[in-house]
DNA sequence: ATTCCACAGGAAACAGTGGTCC
DNA sequence: GGACCACTGTTTCCTGTGGAAT
């Protein structure tokens, strides 16, 4: 018996042969050439951009969609098309990318714009530095190289819904206005790609008429569509027979069910078969599958648990430990918890922002209950097992005493 | 019909940090 | 080295809420 494993795993060590033939198939920043089920919108983009090769200015665009559903891979497609068009046409065109998400305050985008633009290889005076500029002073510097350059600007900010829940919305007014500083041989036009539809309703009235010129919807992906992109996926991905069919019907209900997301589909596709890999297989299972999905749960969990603040971690052990989870009772708890560790404790209303936060990371749901003459409060459940936030608070020693008392 | 509870959650202000410029 | 700038995490102050109790 022995025997045979060892021969199966030193054979296909041999040929290099396992389950996984191209891992970069399988990651987020893979751009397919073939985008499945996306014509319309990709049609659609490209018409509003197409204005740029006939000297025209083009309008601003609003893209939304839930996460998965392949927004911005059908935008950096169109984009690069575009790239090639305008080279051909001798248009100078500047097409910066920035994720809000990553770049997460307005100044940041703004240097992002400048790095990406090379404003920042231009003289001392020109440049927007990482910091100590005004927004307004980095503003004029990035308006003033678009007119001495006579370039053509398509800004695209990606998940620009957390630019705005950051105040972001002067440079989103200052960019959408900017046309009117500069000549018609240059402009700048923009793409917001955005998560969530109701985001616009936080926008500045301002703002949001001229950013919402033009809007397009990115419906999730139906578990027949998920199901057609993962067999294409796995063609390039996989060794052949190593994902039967029922694994990956399984895959698209799983996340067709969730929220139609193509890349949780592809991640919950690829943690599957580097599980099988590691077990001595040569075809992914619905097991496999199973386990990855639990992997893939607990492994967020923890890093999200073990990378929070003193008073986060406080915060969840004081859910676990309180009997009907409402906030006043929990607050109550925390109070105990930061009396015993010597720690000055948070007030109320931080403790209401940050149970937000970890509804929105998933870890809890929270349910606002009216108790009419007993007041308002939410009610808090727990979405991780108690073993699960042991394991991941474990190392902080500080908290040992109150995780030691916590019972399984 | 009115009162009142126990908060939710928005807005603004503040302190501390880390940076540039002259 | 002082003036100025942005950002983050927080506090303070405040208004709003829906139904049980009166």
Redesign the pocket.
Known sequence: MEDDILNTIFDSAIKNKNIIKNRQVLTIDYVPDKLLFRTKETASIAQSLSVILKKGRPSNLLIFGKPGTGKTAVVKNVIEHLYKKANELDIKLRVPFINAKNS???????YEIAELLDINKEE??M?V??????????TDRILDFIKRKSIKVVLVIDEIDSLVN???DDILYNFTRANERISSDQFISLIGISNSLTFKDKLDPRVKSSLSEEELVFNPYTVEQLKEILVDRCKLAFYDNAVPIGVINLCAAIAGKETGDARKAIDLLRVAAEIAERSITMEITEDHIRSAQQKIDSDTNFEILSNS????KLLILSIVKAKNG????I??VYQQYCSKLEQ?????????????EL?QLGLIT?N?V?????????R?KLHIHISSIKEALKNDSLLSPIVDEINN
């Open positions: 997460n305050t307005p100044y940041k985008i703004l001392r005076k440049q530095y990482f910091t100590g500029l005004s927004m307004s002073e980095a950051r105040k972001g603040t003193l008073h986060t409402s906030t006043g009772e607050y109550a000055e404790p948070l007030t109320q209303r931080r403790m209401t922002q940050i149970i937000g509804d929270t606002i009216n108790q009419g003459r007993y007041g308002r409060t939410q808090i």
